[in-house]
Nanobody, 117 residues
Framework: QVQLVESGGGLVHLGGSLRLSCTASGIILSLHDMGWYRQPPGEGKERELVATTFIGGMTNYKKSVKDRANISRDNAQSTVYLQMDNLKPEDTGIYYC?????????WGQGIQVTVSS
């Protein structure tokens, strides 16, 4: 059974930093592309990709976080991290971890991040 468990969220002050962790079990992390998505508050809002780390080592970021975020992975610990700095109100949302390999995709349960002024 595949499980992705996010941690590290919560209430953060405007301009602050956070580090989210996603620990995977039931998969070999090194064989999966791993991503962080977030769902902004509000009805009808869709999940948006924040950052991805690919198995080949490349990374990709949403334009609005590119200069403030860093995604990394520790395959030995089966954990993916998302470091975000200079947090803004628009960073508020539920953050989800996602694992992808070929035709299979897995989601974590999500974790709330709230940026307050």
């Amino acid at each position: 059974q595949v499980q992705l468990v996010e941690s590290g969220g919560g209430l953060v002050h405007l301009g602050g930093s956070l580090r989210l962790s996603c620990t995977a079990s039931g998969i070999i992390l090194s064989l999966h592309d791993m991503g962080w998505y977030r769902q902004p508050p509000g009805e009808g809002k869709e999940r948006e990709l924040v950052a991805t780390t690919f198995i080949g080592g490349m990374t990709n970021y949403k334009k609005s976080v590119k200069d403030r975020a860093n995604i990394s992975r520790d395959n030995a610990q089966s954990t993916v991290y998302l470091q975000m700095d200079n947090l803004k109100p628009e960073d508020t949302g539920i953050y989800y971890c996602h694992a992808h390999r070929q035709y299979n995709g897995y989601w974590g349960q999500g974790i709330q991040v709230t940026v307050s002024s």
